[in-house]
């Protein structure tokens, strides 16, 4: 596609449902990041995958939270067992290269509301 | 820790006015420094990114600095539109590994006719 798509745009959970969030990002590109963002605020890492592998989880801040990437596209991910806390937007980014210089493109966000 | 601050916290100019969005950071290893636009309800979008060496860069109306040894960054914006409304990010990828960004808080920038 022509950039990252995430779905849903938006999403309603009740206390205590788990959650799953899609990243399609752009065909091709190596590196996947999902980050989280409050309101007002700028997004904080989450997780970091290089085609399928998962390289670096330290941002996740549960073991509520679990991101996949099985086959290097397509990436979930899930909150299990929901909290007012985990309202937020959540972004995925991916790049077609691997280095620190490599240009980030961003999806428009999952906005996850917690009831 | 690695932190990156960002002021104002808010700001309204009136179109066609200039405006400058400050930007420190203390992260280290430092790799390079990256500003993005954010307009309400999207995803951020890159505007600049500066290495060490660069000490400015331009995209259109937009002009960002770099100093590395006061680790401070600006970003300009000559002739606001009002298009310009959006939040304004300075984000600094960390030196070694894969692509870390530090993100700032951001600037909310609102241009009124």
């Known amino acids: 596609g022509a950039g990252v798509s995430q779905s849903p745009r938006y999403k309603v959970a009740k206390r205590g449902q788990d959650v799953a969030l899609r990243c399609d990002p752009i065909?091709?590109?190596?590196?996947l990041f999902w980050y989280q963002q409050a309101l007002g605020q700028g997004p904080e890492f989450l997780t970091y995958?290089?085609?399928?592998?998962?390289?670096?989880k330290s941002g996740l801040p549960s073991d509520r939270f679990f991101a996949e990437r099985p086959e290097g596209s397509v990436s979930t991910l899930k909150i299990q067992r929901t909290q007012q806390e985990d309202s937020a937007v959540y972004l995925c980014?991916?790049?077609?290269?691997?280095?620190?210089?490599?240009?980030?493109?961003f999806g428009n966000g999952t906005r996850l509301t917690v009831t | 820790k690695n932190q990156v601050e960002q002021s104002p916290q808010s700001l309204i100019i009136l179109e066609g006015k200039n405006c400058t969005l400050q930007?420190?950071?203390?992260?280290?290893?430092?790799?390079?420094l990256r500003w993005y636009k954010q307009d309400t309800g999207r995803g951020p979008v890159s505007l600049t990114i500066?290495?060490?060496?660069?000490n400015t860069k331009s995209n259109g109306r937009y002009t960002a600095t770099l100093d590395a040894d006061t680790k401070q960054s600006s970003l300009h914006i000559t002739a606001s539109q009002l298009s310009d409304s959006a939040s304004y990010i300075c984000?600094?990828?960390?030196?070694?590994?894969?692509?870390?960004?530090?993100f700032g808080a951001g600037t909310r920038l609102a241009v009124h006719p």
């Open positions: 930007c420190n950071y203390t992260v280290s290893p430092f790799s390079n």
């Open positions: 984000v600094v990828s960390v030196s070694g590994g894969y692509n870390k960004l530090i």
């Open positions: 500066m290495t060490f060496s660069e």
């Open positions: 980014a991916s790049s077609f290269l691997t280095g620190r210089e490599s240009p980030l493109h």
């Open positions: 995958f290089q085609n399928e592998a998962q390289l670096d």
């Open positions: 065909s091709g590109h190596v590196s």
